[in-house]
């Protein structure tokens, strides 16, 4: 099970942190990914790190401004997002998929077996 949390409504420029917590399997062994969907788009990749943590990937558009992170004793991933945009809106879930102890970087949806509910983000201009 994985649960999102830290949304919520930012004025442009502004910062949030969202939390994942994972429970019901080995968390440190598996890779982690956050997407988001906006009103009417397809579901995207934003980030994901391997399962050490010792890895990470970004989409283009938030690379440089959002950092993922995960803390295994505490079975929790982090995306810490800077610089907020309008554009940035969206539901953002996180996931959870793949072989243990992977190497490769997963940025498809379809690598992703367990996802969360998701928790809304809204940037104000």
């Known amino acids: 099970q994985l649960v999102e949390s830290g949304g919520g409504l930012v004025q442009a420029g502004g910062s949030l942190r969202l939390s994942c917590a994972a429970s019901?399997?080995?968390?440190?062994?598996?890779?982690m990914g956050w997407f988001r969907q906006a009103p009417g788009k397809e579901r995207e990749f934003i980030a994901t790190?391997?399962?050490?943590?010792?890895?990470?990937a970004y989409a283009r558009t938030v690379k440089g401004r959002f950092t993922i992170s995960r803390d295994n004793a505490k079975n929790t991933v982090y995306l810490q997002m800077n610089s907020l945009k309008p554009e940035d809106t969206a539901v953002y879930y996180c996931?959870?998929?793949?072989?243990?102890?992977?190497?490769?970087?997963?940025?498809?949806?379809?690598?992703?077996?367990?996802w969360g509910q998701g928790t809304q983000v809204t940037v104000s201009s």
């Open positions: 996931a959870t998929g793949g072989p243990q102890f992977a190497i490769a970087l997963m940025t498809r949806r379809g690598d992703y077996d367990y």
């Open positions: 019901g399997r080995t968390f440190s062994n598996y890779p």
């Open positions: 790190i391997n399962w050490s943590g010792g890895n990470t």
